[in-house]
């Protein structure tokens, strides 16, 4: 506040000092600045997640859809109906196509420098490790057979995304190098359900003109033929 002399009364009033307004500014103390240093296993690991839920996608659950199984599991009348692995299957591609393009997102984030990178990479870490358990969880749940690197890797990232968390909430390198503006996390998410979206959406449509395995009908018509 500053002072303000009246000239009618000759006295003085207070009046609010104006104080230009300057949004996402962060405060830079003495230490390293840098993308990398250890900065750079993060960045690491999210290329590595982002390669690796693509991949999966690509060679595990599209192919699903695009052999016929995914109609064979989702057709009542067959002996291989089973419409809970159909949707964990389909919840498992919308999963790593979210993580996909939050984990671009991320790195985007890096080469802006932008002050939104700590929050989004430790959002990607989180969303990964929760993931994992969630669907080690639902394949028990469904008698899916799991080798043991898929619980080893659930409790690798649920350490990961603790360490690199307080990592990125203590690190002065990365107080003093992401200091630009902060990112709309709205058109992030908005970018994000848009895909999963459209992907479901080629996916109904790539399901819907496979034909359903041809063993899957034959071994369908020997059960029928075996009974009563």
Same mark, same amino acid.
């Given at each position: 506040?500053?002072?303000?002399?009246? +000239?009618?009364?000759?006295?003085?009033?207070?009046?609010?000092?104006?104080?230009? &307004?300057?949004? @996402?500014?962060?405060?830079?103390? !003495?230490?390293?600045?840098?993308?990398?240093?250890?900065? #750079?296993?993060?960045?690491?690991?999210?290329?590595?997640?982002?390669?690796?839920?693509? %991949?999966?996608?690509?060679?595990?659950?599209?192919? /699903?859809?695009? @052999?016929?199984?995914?109609?064979?599991?989702? #057709?009542?009348?067959?002996?291989?109906?089973?419409?809970?692995?159909?949707?964990?299957?389909?919840?498992?591609?919308?999963? @790593?196509?979210?993580?996909?393009?939050?984990?671009?997102?991320?790195?985007?984030?890096?080469?802006?420098?932008?002050?939104?990178?700590?929050?989004?990479?430790?959002?990607?870490?989180?969303?990964?490790?929760?993931?994992?358990?969630?669907?080690?969880?639902?394949?028990?749940?469904? @008698?899916?057979?799991?080798?043991?690197?898929? /619980?080893?890797?659930?409790? &690798?990232?649920?350490?990961?995304?603790?360490?690199?968390?307080?990592? %990125?909430?203590?690190?002065? &390198?990365?107080?003093?190098? %992401?200091?630009?503006?902060?990112?709309?996390?709205?058109?992030?998410?908005?970018?994000?359900?848009?895909?999963?979206?459209?992907?479901?959406?080629?996916?109904?449509?790539?399901?819907?003109?496979?034909?359903?395995?041809?063993?899957?009908?034959? +071994? !369908?018509?020997?059960?029928?033929?075996?009974?009563?």
């Amino acid at each position: 506040m500053v002072r303000v002399k009246c +000239e009618m009364c000759g006295g003085s009033v207070a009046a609010p000092e104006r104080v230009k &307004r300057r949004e @996402n500014v962060v405060s830079h103390v !003495d230490g390293p600045q840098g993308i990398w240093g250890w900065n #750079t296993i993060p960045i690491l690991n999210l290329i590595l997640l982002m390669c690796g839920a693509l %991949f999966t996608g690509v060679t595990s659950q599209i192919p /699903v859809i695009s @052999n016929g199984t995914m109609r064979a599991l989702l #057709t009542s009348g067959l002996e291989s109906y089973n419409l809970p692995l159909a949707c964990l299957i389909m919840l498992e591609l919308g999963f @790593n196509i979210a993580l996909v393009t939050l984990a671009a997102s991320a790195l985007l984030l890096v080469a802006r420098r932008s002050a939104s990178y700590p929050g989004m990479a430790s959002a990607v870490f989180w969303i990964s490790a929760v993931g994992a358990v969630v669907d080690i969880l639902a394949a028990r749940a469904l @008698n899916v057979e799991l080798d043991g690197s898929a /619980v080893g890797g659930m409790f &690798r990232g649920v350490v990961f995304a603790m360490i690199w968390s307080t990592y %990125f909430c203590k690190s002065v &390198r990365i107080r003093n190098t %992401f200091v630009n503006a902060k990112a709309d996390i709205r058109k992030v998410a908005m970018v994000t359900v848009g895909v999963i979206v459209l992907t479901a959406l080629l996916c109904w449509v790539g399901m819907s003109s496979c034909p359903i395995p041809q063993t899957i009908e034959e +071994e !369908d018509t020997e059960v029928s033929s075996c009974g009563p």
